[in-house]
């Protein structure tokens, strides 16, 4: 079984304070594992995954296979960053033959002016 | 935007009723699905389509049918069966279905309401 747990519901910071979505997960085989985010009145939409190891809008998030963690950071966090984030992993689906997307609760992120 | 669309944005349903919402998309990928989401609860996997004519049940399916007669329409029902049916819905599509690293592309969603 697989399973992607967001410990924070809600997270608020300040314009310009680091921010950290907590985002850990278990999964018995090699995971793939993605960010998706979601702005107030936008539909879902991908924000990273961790096999492209690339910074969007600020954004990294680095796989750690022993703590079984995948967090999201930004080093200064604009109020724009504001929406839900979830954190997803994608395994194979056992008695099928595709790959099936998991997603956590969701965090939903407050930046303050 | 556009890619995929959902009708309608607000749904209504009263006892004992079946309804169905759309599900459409132009960006010729094979795998299409439908999520639940609930507050709190994320994105909940009701079922998936890797081809046309052919679909899988998802985590929480009881409640629901599909269908999936054309490439890019993948509409579902909810059936009266559902007891607890008012959510907000997504549907999402990804090229193929069979790849670990496919990014999904997501619908505006629908809001299904209970009278």
């Known amino acids: 079984a697989q399973r992607v747990t967001q410990p924070e519901k809600l997270l608020s910071v300040f314009k310009g304070a680091p921010v950290e979505l907590k985002c850990n997960y278990s999964?018995?085989?090699?995971?793939?594992l993605f960010w998706y985010v979601q702005y107030s009145r936008q539909r879902l939409q991908l924000l990273l995954r961790?096999?492209s190891r690339e910074s969007i809008k600020g954004f990294t998030a680095d796989l750690n296979k022993g703590e079984t963690s995948f967090h999201l950071k930004k080093p200064f966090a604009q109020e724009e960053d504001s929406a839900m984030y979830y954190c997803?992993?994608?395994?194979?689906?056992?008695?099928?033959?595709?790959?099936?997307?998991?997603f956590g609760k969701g965090t939903l992120l407050t930046v303050n002016p | 935007d556009g890619g995929i669309t959902q009708s309608p944005k607000y749904l209504f349903r009263k006892e004992g009723q079946n309804v169905t919402l759309s599900c459409e998309q132009n960006l010729n990928h094979d795998a299409m699905y439908w999520y639940r989401q609930d507050p709190g609860q994320g994105l909940r996997l009701i079922y998936y389509s890797q081809i046309v004519n052919d679909f899988q049940k998802g985590d929480i399916a009881e409640g629901y049918s599909v269908s999936r007669e054309k490439k890019e329409s993948f509409p579902l029902t909810v059936t009266s069966a559902q007891k607890n049916p008012t959510a907000f819905y997504l549907c999402a599509s990804s090229i193929w279905g069979y790849t670990s690293q496919e990014t999904q592309y997501f619908g505006p969603g629908t809001r299904l309401l209970v009278l």
């Open positions: 997803a992993l994608s395994g194979f689906n056992s008695g099928g033959s595709n790959y099936k997307l998991t």
């Open positions: 999964y018995s085989g090699s995971p793939e």
């Open positions: 961790h096999i």
